[in-house]
Every structure is written in C-alpha cells, then in structure tokens.
C-alpha cells in the first residue's frame, strides 16, 4: 500500500505480462479497505482486472501517484 496525502493505493508488481494477483493481495485489498489498487507489469497500456483493480505498465507508476 501506498500513501498519497489521504488516498491510500495497493499495489502488486508482477514480472508477467498476464499478471494474476495472489490471495494476499486481494485479502490485503479486503482488510485494509481500499476502494482502488494496481497491479504494475510490462504491459503495453491500462485495462482493467476488476472494478477497482487496474493492470498499469511500469512507466506510468508516476502518474498513478499524481491522479
């Protein structure tokens, strides 16, 4: 998990370009109560996993501390 000021982000970085977050992940996603988390692997572009879940390419890690 991340702090941005209030917003708190998680975050999973996979080497695959067909990332499956593990359990922890998502039970981490439950206990902590975060409405929004990413997962960063070497994808070409943005799409999402689930509501709240996107898969983000590693170059745009800035921008997903920024929003």
């Known amino acids: ?14 080497f695959s370009s067909s990332p499956r977050p ?6 981490a996603l439950k206990d902590l109560g975060l409405a929004h988390a990413c997962v960063i692997a070497p994808v070409l572009r943005r799409y999402p996993l689930v509501d709240g879940v996107d898969v983000v390419p590693v170059w745009e890690i800035g921008q997903i501390m920024a929003v």
């Open 22 to 27: 593990t359990r922890g992940f998502w039970e």
């Open 1 to 14: 998990m991340v702090e941005c000021g209030t917003r708190k982000i998680g975050i999973e970085i996979k």
